[in-house]
């Protein structure tokens, strides 16, 4: 992603006057304009809302839309934890908390739908489906939805490998063996991990087959993917909103349950008899 910043900077010179009004706004409040519309920025810096628009497109975007995503990319990057907090807040202001994180979480599955590659995913369906060895690793949040992805694929797999991230060396030692036969699914979203951007290339220069659950195309760890599968997880809090990519990955467990689902139905009698021979679940229903 280019530095937006910096090129605002250095065209600084060249903007009319008030197109300086808001570059100087944005420059000092990126973290806030990144999610205020045209006629909101202009109403603030005092221009008018095509002044706003024709701001985006001098600086090469197609409008003001793709504008804003560009700064609302840089914000998720690049603030940190608590910035990231205040600018929740901000946005969130005094009002119903509960409705608006749960709406916004609803937008985000439904621009996650609109936008997904339907190519890119049932091609991890079938790779995943065909591989010797399954590898999946995340780390801090994204370790959450590696975890659950992993325990939904050993109910088909026995080969399925959590790989655990807390150290660089020890994660490295578990994915040595991994080759041609073998899928890799990283999870990583902003703040990306330098560590599952290390794993994905190791295992791409290995020959095997990458897929990423990541925000975008533009994301460090899809350079090395064969298949990316991207789920919006815009700002919620100092933490991203996880539902969109929990909803692919319950959409993965789905698809490749349905392609093994004559092994699946041998597989799961013989749990449900050692579930019942160790009394793992309760069956008292009250």
């Known amino acids: ?23 100087n706004y944005i420059l000092e409040n990126y973290d806030k304009a990144a999610y205020m519309t045209a006629s909101k920025l202009g109403k ?5 809302e095509s002044t706003v628009v024709r701001f985006a497109i001098e600086l090469g975007f197609g409008g003001y839309p793709e ?34 994180v749960l709406l916004g979480d609803m937008e985000k599955i439904r621009g996650t739908l609109g ?14 489906v ?31 490998k959590l790989v655990q ?20 699914i990283a999870i990583s979203f902003p703040r990306y991990s330098k560590r599952i951007i290390h794993a994905v290339d190791f295992a791409h220069h290995a020959g095997a087959n990458v897929i990423a659950l990541t925000d975008s195309v533009a994301s460090p760890i899809a350079v090395g ?9 815009d700002m919620a809090s100092f933490a991203d909103s996880l539902v969109a990519p929990l909803s692919i990955i319950n959409a993965i467990i789905v698809a ?18 050692i579930w019942d021979e160790y009394d793992v679940y309760d069956k008292n229903q009250g």
């Not at 990319?73 to 908390?97: C, H, K, P, Q, Y």
């Not at 936008?115 to 995943?128: L, M, P, Q, S, T």
């Open 1 to 23: 992603m280019r530095n937006l910043l910096s090129e605002i900077e250095e065209r600084m010179p060249t903007f009319s006057k008030g197109q300086k009004l808001i570059a």
């Open 44 to 48: 603030l810096v005092e221009v008018s």
């Open 67 to 100: 504008f804003q995503h560009a700064l609302q990319e840089m914000v998720r990057t690049r603030l940190t934890s608590f910035e990231r907090m205040e600018v929740t807040n901000s946005l969130i202001g005094d009002g119903d908390v509960l409705s608006k």
């Open 115 to 128: 936008d997904i590659d339907r190519e890119a995913f049932e091609g991890a369906v079938a790779h995943i």
């Open 130 to 160: 065909r591989a010797k060895n399954i590898y999946i690793l995340g780390v801090r949040a994204s370790s959450s939805l590696a975890g659950f992805l992993a325990h939904g694929l050993q109910m088909i797999f026995d080969s399925v």
């Open 165 to 184: 991230t807390t150290s660089g060396s020890e994660m490295f030692e578990q994915i040595m063996s991994i080759g041609d036969e073998d899928v890799m």
């Open 225 to 233: 993917a064969d298949q990316i599968l991207t789920a919006k997880s």
């Open 256 to 273: 490749v349950s349905r392609e093994k689902r004559d092994d699946l139905r041998i597989r799961l009698r013989q749990l449900e008899e």
